[in-house]
């Protein structure tokens, strides 16, 4: 019975360790990412920026820690190349980024961390 019991935990936590992955990218932790306060003029832009390089950090870890296919990653990668660009021209062509304007965005940044952390 000892023998039994302990085959099924390490069974347990094997299965657990193997979806730890998921827990373990920063870009993963949604409520986490968007409490991320930069300081200075452009600190939406900013957050948005931080948050981009977070989450490309992040596919870059995946792609070399578990299988993904190189089209979904590239994909991942040029959408959040994408909405950085999106916030920078948004930036650049009204002096600021607003608050909704930043909503939007992190929406976007958090649709691609979702697809990346599943």
């Known amino acids: 019975m000892k023998y039994l019991l302990s085959i099924a935990f390490v069974i347990v936590s094997t ?16 409520r986490q990412q968007r409490e ?46 994408q909405i950085r660009k999106a916030s920078d021209r948004t930036a650049a062509k009204q002096g600021f980024l607003s608050a909704a304007e930043r909503t939007t965005y992190d929406r976007r940044l958090d649709a691609v961390a979702g697809q990346l952390c599943r």
């Open 36 to 81: 991320v306060q930069e300081s200075g003029r452009n600190r939406l832009r900013d957050h948005i920026a931080t948050r981009a390089n977070v989450l490309q950090a992040d596919i870059s870890t995946a792609s070399k820690a578990r299988p993904i296919p190189a089209k979904t990653l590239r994909h991942l990668w040029s959408r959040v190349d």
């Open 15 to 30: 299965a657990a360790d193997a979806r730890s992955w998921q827990s373990d990218y920063p870009s993963c932790n949604v």
